[in-house]
């Protein structure tokens, strides 16, 4: 039983010594198998020589006359040893038909039968074999000596086994030397792809990385927040379902790029540049969404970058109406306040007997603000719109603005009351802080038109602030646009363009006549394809 607390032994480790087994295994086999392949070329190539020494010497004029002397041996001897010399062969045998040697390598041999096989080479053909004979073992042909069409001798030359083993050892230092260079080159690449697979690996073992794979898809599972783990080239490694449910990634999201995932183009550029981001709000078509990311380091290394992702999108339509309510307060504040003070005026007028005065100051400021609120409730039927235009107004004329209502609505339209407070409010707001921005000595105005009937509905919405350049436009009804971009502003107007892009309307951004900025909602009516522009 291992000792507990003892480490396994990396992966690189294992893989290295598996693959220094393989390289030396397969070094050895093929020295082997060269071993083998040289000994067969060797003696194929001496089979070959000693059958074209014995062709020559059976086809000789000067042997065919000679065995037919009365003493062959005196003269074919001489000549046979001379032959063996010069070719390098271990002997050559001239001998009778009946195996009666005329020459042999010993003296003392000749006279004596031939030790070996003759095989065909009596009938005419050439015979080889491999025999051991009285030099030793040895590859040898016998070839026949042919006179007038008969055989009249026969010529056997060998070349004995010890002599082809010397050759082959000879020719091992130039195998093994091929060997060695493959072992160092096999064992070199396999050190290179160890190095390379710790370095990957950051020397786990490999039940650390199972473990490790484990509880990352256990602790991506159970978390409730979307996190996305991408490596140090912007590729998606891991990605938990909550991520792929707020995000809509495909199913083959592991291993794309962040460029491939239609994510906000702030957030792309804030992991590229490995910079982290907390909490960024983002509107990604029906949702509002929460950003964070941060680097992600292994032994002071960076390896990719965490981002987690968290659903706002009831939140904030719930802060949202907060934000109207809380309007709608500030607006009864400062009515509060006005009457107040008109009320202390009404009393001082009394309280010096001008009666008649106070009833006349009184009627015409209830008359005046009954007649605005009147006109405003008979234009709009909608009570929720209504009571936020009012409230604007009273906001407005508190902040020094001229807001300027026209137009008018029917309670049915085509979007709900919700929709349509979260449309007219975020781009009053916006008028608001557009003109906000301008000096005193100009005039700050923001005028609202709205129209529309059961089945479309416009709303523009001018103001005189500084307006926003043409460059900018496209970025500031973009898919995904910041909340802290352009002063805080964005995060409304992109659920302004969320409510006109699910309703299938456009949202067109141009220059206002009042100098400023104008936008203009327009749902319901047939337009060239293409949504919010």
Do not use: C
Not at 61 to 77: C, D, I, M
Not at 132 to 159: E, H, M
């Amino acid at each position: 039983m291992a000792r507990r607390g003892t480490r396994e032994s990396p992966v690189a480790r294992q893989i290295l010594l598996l693959q220094v087994g393989v390289v030396v295994v397969l070094v050895v086999t093929a020295v082997a198998l060269a071993a083998l392949d040289a000994r067969r070329d060797t003696r194929d190539s001496a089979r070959d020589q000693a059958t074209a020494v014995a062709r020559s010497v059976a086809d000789s004029p000067f042997v065919r006359r000679e065995v037919g002397a009365a003493h062959p041996s005196l003269r074919l001897q001489p000549f046979a040893e001379e032959v063996r010399r010069d070719t390098g062969t271990d002997f050559v045998v001239v001998m009778d038909t009946d195996r009666t040697r005329y020459t042999h390598p010993d003296p003392a041999q000749i006279g004596r039968p031939f030790v070996g096989d003759l095989g065909d080479a009596p009938e005419g053909r050439v015979f080889t074999q491999v025999y051991a004979g009285t030099l030793g073992p040895s590859v040898r042909a016998v070839v026949p000596v042919v006179s007038d069409g008969d055989v009249v001798a026969l010529v056997a030359v060998g070349i004995t086994v010890d002599r082809l083993d010397r050759q082959l050892v000879g020719d091992l230092p130039g195998i093994a030397l091929a060997a060695s260079a493959a072992l160092v080159a096999g064992l070199l690449g396999a050190w290179l792809i160890s190095r390379r697979l710790r370095r990957q690996t950051h020397g786990l073992g490999e039940r650390e990385i199972t473990r490790m794979y484990e509880y990352y898809r256990a602790v991506l599972g159970a978390v409730r927040e979307g996190l996305l783990l991408v490596d140090d080239e912007q590729r998606v490694q891991l990605v938990n379902e909550e991520a792929t449910r707020l995000l809509a990634l495909p199913d083959d999201v592991e291993g794309r790029p962040l460029t491939d995932l239609d994510l906000p183009p702030g957030l792309v550029s804030a992991i590229e540049r490995r910079t982290a981001v907390a909490d960024e709000t983002y509107v990604l078509g029906q949702q509002v969404l929460v950003f964070s990311s941060a680097p992600a380091y292994w032994r002071q290394a960076e390896v990719g970058a965490v981002v987690t992702v968290r659903d706002r999108t009831e939140l904030q339509a719930v802060t949202g109406e907060l934000d109207l309510v809380r309007g709608l307060t500030e607006s009864l504040r400062a009515q509060n306040h006005e009457a107040a003070n008109r009320l202390h005026t009404i009393v001082s007028l009394v309280e010096m007997g001008r009666v008649e005065q106070a009833v006349e100051f009184a009627t015409s400021e209830l008359e005046l603000a009954q007649g605005f609120a009147d006109e405003l409730v008979a234009a709009v039927d909608e009570p929720v719109l209504a009571a936020l235009l009012l409230g604007k107004t009273a906001q407005a004329a508190e902040r020094g603005i001229d807001l300027e209502v026209a137009g008018g609505l029917p309670a049915e339209l085509p979007v709900d009351a919700r929709e349509l407070i979260t449309v007219v409010g975020n781009l009053v707001d916006n008028a608001f802080d557009a003109v906000a921005e301008t000096r005193a000595t100009t005039p700050q105005r923001v005028r609202v038109d709205l129209h529309g009937d059961p089945n479309t509905l416009t709303v523009t919405v001018d103001d005189s602030g500084t307006g926003i350049a043409p460059g900018d436009r496209a970025h500031v009804l973009e898919r995904g646009w910041s909340s802290k971009a352009q002063e805080g502003r964005g995060l409304g107007l992109a659920m302004v363009a969320r409510v006109v892009e699910q309703h299938g309307g456009t949202l067109e951004v141009s220059d206002s006549p009042l100098g400023g900025a104008r936008f203009v909602v327009d749902v319901g009516r047939v337009r060239t394809p293409g949504g919010v522009t």
